[in-house]
């Protein structure tokens, strides 16, 4: 899944309106900003193996430090915890827990059985939802408009930047999702892994785009 983590992260400005959308990103997408440096250091592994899934051509073979269920609680545990201790902000810590933990159980419906419940647990869960290419694009358009609606009726711009700066990161993200559903396989593993750490530059955009946006009150119509 790719979409539905930052249809996440954009929904959960309602909950915690005080944390930039750049933080959200952050959560809802950590385990995929972890994973390509562990593929980069050879700590886990993939194979691109085209046929594997209708929607995507990679066969995740190990990755029981990002995406095991019982890593996963402990990184939204060290996410949460983090954000706590410099804001000493309760709610929106909790809700940036609730973000990392999501993106294991958005990837429980996407993903064939290859997600480890603990680290080198031979037991691997997976609904296969990228089985299905129309499903699998329903699913997430679905889940990112939902969370771009939620994120609209909960801030403005405060100038041309807000918009035209968040307008263009949605365009993005759409393309992006599109090609990797339709475009050619990647040329290799290491060409994933440097990809991946692309991913950084939407945590910047984000902070960026929703600094010039605004929290609307809610006595506030705007």
């Not at 050879?42 to 209708?54: D, H, L, N, R, Y």
């Not at 000493?88 to 990392?100: D, H, P, Q, T, Y």
């Not at 699998?136 to 939902?146: K, Q, R, W």
């Not at 599109?178 to 593993?189: E, H, K, M, R, Y």
């Amino acid at each position: 899944m790719f979409l539905g983590h930052f249809a996440i992260a954009l929904g959960a400005k309602k909950a915690a309106p005080r944390v930039s959308l750049g933080i959200l990103f952050l959560s809802a997408q950590f385990l995929d900003l972890l994973w390509p440096t562990l593929l980069l250091l050879g700590i886990e592994s993939v194979e691109i193996q085209p046929g594997i899934t209708a929607f995507t051509p990679l066969n995740f073979t190990s990755y029981p430090y990002s995406h095991s269920l019982l890593m996963v609680t402990g990184w939204s545990v060290l996410i949460g915890g983090i954000y706590y201790i410099i804001s000493r902000e309760k709610r929106s810590s909790i809700i940036l827990a609730l973000c990392v933990a999501s993106h294991w159980f958005l990837d429980l419906v996407m993903h064939r059985p290859d997600l480890p419940l603990l680290p080198n647990s031979p037991v691997k869960v997976g609904m296969g939802l990228w089985n299905s290419v129309p499903g699998s694009l329903i699913v997430e358009l679905l889940l990112f408009a939902a969370g771009l609606y939620i994120y609209l009726k909960t801030t403005r711009p405060k100038n041309k930047t807000g918009v035209y700066s968040f307008r263009a990161l949605i365009v993005f993200l759409l393309i992006i999702h599109l090609s990797n559903a339709f475009g050619p396989p990647p040329p290799s593993v290491e060409g994933i892994a440097w990809a991946g750490q692309l991913q950084w530059l939407l945590v910047i955009w984000a902070f960026w785009a929703d600094r010039n946006r605004e929290v609307i009150s809610p006595a506030d119509p705007g």
